[in-house]
């Protein structure tokens, strides 16, 4: 079950580390 409480948190990573990227370019 942990499996549901990490996918918001992979979820809110992708977005974090996404954001730097795509401003980036």
Do not use: E, F, Y
């Amino acid at each position: 079950m942990r499996n549901l409480t990490l996918l918001p948190a992979i979820a809110i990573a992708a977005v974090v580390l996404a954001s730097p990227l795509g401003a980036a370019q």
